[in-house]
């Protein structure tokens, strides 16, 4: 085990496929066995960590891209890490050009809304906190607000998008007006078109 966790702690997680690369004769028994005994986290099915990672900053994020790829993280988390919504999030949540999925272990509960490959874009990699140079694959925050929109139709009025409860100052200071217009153009939709210049009358962004 020592030379295992040498190996593979320093990774983040790792799959079965890499273990076996790294040592052909391995046993996969030992992976039920490391589990129970709580020195190895299943993150889903043949994908792995150390429960150190509990502890690290940002950890949680950095595996939302790793359990379902291609992934970035958006919605109500997005809008959470940058300080744009009030409320605790109580799930990860990412999209993907694959089907809809969830996923749940210690770090958290994992949702991934199903997007086509015309919205996969508007992303940035964040370096995460701590020790561990984890980088993040992260929407922007103009982005976040668009596949919101996108996703969630029902926010439909001025009054909808006020209850959203984004942060005045932010959309004010932050939010780049031409980036979120530039999106917008690029994914040719009248309707969405439509949701996100309400939201920007909704917030005094026009």
């Given at each position: 085990?020592?030379?295992?966790?040498?190996?593979?702690?320093?990774?983040g997680?790792?799959?079965?496929?890499?273990?076996?690369?790294?040592k052909?004769?391995?046993?996969?028994?030992?992976?039920?066995?490391w589990?129970?005994?709580?020195?190895?986290?299943?993150?889903?099915?043949?994908?792995?960590?150390?429960?150190?990672?509990?502890?690290?900053?940002?950890?949680?994020?950095?595996?939302?891209?790793?359990?379902?790829?291609?992934?970035?993280?958006?919605?109500?988390?997005a809008?959470?890490?940058?300080?744009?919504?009030?409320?605790?999030?109580?799930?990860?949540?990412?999209?993907?050009?694959?089907?809809?999925?969830?996923?749940?272990?210690?770090?958290?509960?994992?949702t991934?809304?199903?997007?086509?490959?015309?919205?996969?874009?508007?992303?940035?990699?964040?370096?995460?906190?701590?020790?561990?140079?984890?980088?993040?694959?992260?929407?922007?925050?103009?982005?976040?607000?668009?596949?919101?929109?996108?996703?969630?139709?029902?926010?439909?009025?001025?009054?909808?998008?006020?209850?959203?409860?984004?942060?005045?100052?932010?959309?004010?200071?932050?939010?780049?007006?031409?980036?979120?217009?530039?999106?917008?153009?690029?994914?040719?939709?009248?309707?969405?078109?439509?949701?996100?210049?309400?939201?920007?009358?909704?917030?005094?962004?026009?």
């Amino acid at each position: 085990m020592q030379k295992f966790r040498k190996t593979f702690l320093p990774m983040g997680c790792f799959t079965g496929e890499q273990v076996r690369l790294w040592k052909p004769d391995f046993c996969r028994d030992n992976f039920a066995r490391w589990i129970t005994a709580g020195e190895i986290l299943r993150l889903k099915q043949n994908l792995y960590t150390f429960p150190e990672y509990l502890q690290i900053p940002d950890s949680a994020l950095y595996f939302a891209n790793q359990i379902y790829r291609p992934s970035y993280i958006s919605l109500h988390t997005a809008l959470h890490f940058y300080g744009m919504i009030p409320e605790e999030v109580v799930q990860f949540t990412s999209v993907s050009t694959l089907k809809t999925a969830s996923f749940q272990n210690a770090f958290g509960s994992y949702t991934y809304h199903h997007i086509s490959s015309d919205y996969m874009f508007g992303y940035e990699l964040k370096k995460g906190e701590g020790q561990v140079p984890f980088v993040i694959q992260m929407a922007t925050p103009e982005k976040a607000i668009i596949d919101l929109l996108h996703l969630y139709p029902e926010y439909s009025t001025t009054e909808d998008m006020l209850n959203l409860r984004l942060d005045e100052d932010y959309m004010e200071s932050e939010i780049d007006q031409q980036k979120m217009l530039d999106y917008v153009n690029r994914i040719h939709s009248p309707t969405l078109t439509k949701r996100v210049n309400l939201l920007r009358e909704a917030y005094d962004l026009l």
